[in-house]
């Protein structure tokens, strides 16, 4: 982004200028500028954690800054709540289309208006046949495909005279011919002046409908710039650390011999909600990773795995036996236990003490009726002493240890049930340096007993230190497997986006 455009706000739509947000001691956005002029389609890219989502959040007037200012067509502006931002022409078009289902099209559209119904009803109409659509606005929005109710929300935010559009990842859940479509209806928009912000992971998309990209990374935005500026090689770069080839050079790649081993775990051509026909293996004493970036489908596919979703299609086979579709419980038994990414929804019991979330899952094995407490306290101290977990004692209450203590508690539940195989889903997320590293220390020593671990993760340092293989999925799909020799973060980061252009391993 050259010094002219930073400096020229009153040539631009929207402007940002050195946005700084913090959330406690974690700094999530660290001096961000960006431009959008009238017309202008910026394509915003980044990985999982980059600050996009916390960065439009400030836009939409949900967050507040710390630090920095923000102007609307030049004049200084105070978004303080989420009225504030559609006051000044400020509309979100969310991923997931929020709509009330028994309305018809018409009444999702109008609804918050304080004119009169009539004159609302003649302005929308005047409205899509400007823009040249097509739409019955009396069908009911649950009659309506994801595209359709994407095409209403888009109507919602024009007939608020929206000049500034924000589209957070639209053609996640759309067909070829529907991507086209709202790809047509993006070009309208940009030739009627209005300034359209595009969050996506598809790189492939930033240069059929940007006219400006902007690559944040860590908080930064990394690179900028007008779209032809750029190609995929240097977009996969700005999103990766400076030092990336330096830090894959510095892991230690020791190989698992395969040799007459047989996969504790099969997927083979399973599909569920949010992705379809993948298929892998892991074997035991291995670390399998698996990335990809927000939306990918990896904890769709992890949960179904475990029992908790419904499965589609395919078959999951566990050290020899099928079993496809069992219930959760069913699946602990035979020996796959799950740690999942959020552990304050799903992972924990925040009033409860620390033997009891170490147990909750090997009850059953205890007593058929009661607590066998002295088996309790046996296991849950087995764990503390392992995992050198920082608590007061057995009964401290769980809501009270750090986020590491936490997520070491977490993984010795899922141990407790002596799996075969653990899938850890982000393992690491939202805890600090010193308490990941007890973490690795941790999967290290499973893997060294014979173990098998599928690592879910959006740290490719974490899947390249980890790993001895690695897969990624990319919107539903397994589109690439690596070898421990061929895991780096180049290989990684493409491959997550959809342009890897190596072979498969």
């Avoid at 200012?69 to 009225?83: C, H």
């Avoid at 859940?173 to 479509?181: A, C, D, G, I, P």
């Avoid at 508690?409 to 990941?436: C, F, M, N, Q, Y």
């Avoid at 790993?467 to 990684?492: C, P, V, W």
Wanted: charged fraction near 25%; hydrophobic fraction near 40%; glycine fraction near 8%.
């Amino acid at each position: 982004m050259t010094a002219e455009r930073r400096n020229a706000p009153n040539e631009t739509m929207i402007s940002v200028r050195e946005i700084y947000k913090s959330f406690g001691s974690n700094a999530v956005l660290k001096g961000i500028d960006l431009d959008v002029r009238p017309g202008e389609c910026i394509s915003l890219i980044g990985g999982n954690g980059a600050g996009k989502s916390t960065l439009m959040k400030i836009i939409m007037g949900i967050y507040q800054q710390d630090k920095g200012d923000i102007y609307i067509a030049g004049k200084k502006v105070n978004l303080n709540k989420p009225s504030a931002a559609l006051a000044q022409g400020i509309y979100l078009v969310p991923q997931e289309p929020m709509l009330f289902p028994n309305m018809t099209v018409e009444e999702n559209i109008i609804i918050g208006f304080k004119e009169k119904k009539g004159a609302l009803k003649k302005r929308l109409a005047t409205l899509i046949k400007q823009l040249g659509w097509t739409m019955d606005v009396t069908r009911k929005a649950d009659s309506l495909s994801i595209a359709e109710q994407q095409l209403v929300e888009l109507l919602r935010g024009l007939m608020r005279n929206a000049r500034i559009l924000i589209l957070d990842e639209p053609t996640s859940s759309l067909t070829f011919k529907e991507v086209e479509s709202l790809f047509k209806i993006v070009e309208d928009l940009k030739k009627k002046n209005i300034s359209i912000i595009y969050i996506t992971h598809r790189l492939n998309e930033v240069f059929e409908i940007s006219t400006h990209v902007a690559i944040m990374r860590d908080g930064l935005v990394s690179m900028s710039g007008p779209v032809e500026d750029f190609t995929r090689e240097i977009l996969v770069k700005g999103l990766l650390p400076p030092n990336a080839s330096e830090k894959a050079a510095e892991v230690e790649k020791k190989k698992m011999n395969y040799e007459n081993l047989k996969p504790i775990l099969e997927v083979k051509g399973l599909s569920g909600y949010g992705f379809s026909d993948v298929s892998f293996e892991v074997y035991p004493g291995e670390i399998l990773g698996l990335a990809g970036v927000v939306g990918a489908g990896r904890t769709e596919l992890a949960t179904t795995i475990f029992g908790k979703d419904k499965v589609k299609k395919g078959k999951v086979i566990l050290d020899g036996k099928d079993i496809t579709g069992l219930s959760t419980k069913s699946v602990l038994k035979r020996g796959l236990n799950y740690v999942p990414e959020d552990r304050f929804l799903n992972g924990i019991f925040r009033i409860s003490d620390v033997a009891t979330n170490t147990t909750a899952t090997c009850l059953d094995s205890m007593s058929k009726v009661f607590v066998n407490f002295k088996t309790e306290k046996k296991i849950t101290q087995k764990y503390v002493d392992d995992f050198r977990t920082k608590v007061t004692g057995q009964d401290q209450i769980m809501g009270s240890l750090s986020g590491g203590n936490q997520q070491k508690v977490v993984i010795a539940r899922a141990l407790s049930t002596s799996p075969k195989i653990v899938i850890l889903d982000e393992p690491t997320r939202g805890i600090d340096a010193a308490a990941r590293g007890d973490v690795y220390k941790i999967i290290h020593q499973l893997r060294e007993h014979g173990l098998a671990i599928l690592l879910i993760s959006s740290d490719m340092e974490e899947i390249m230190s980890l790993s001895d293989r690695a897969i990624t999925m990319y919107f539903g799909k397994l589109n690439h497997s690596f070898k421990k020799e061929d895991i780096n973060q180049d290989n990684l980061m493409a491959a997550s986006f959809g342009v890897y252009k190596g072979g498969e391993n």
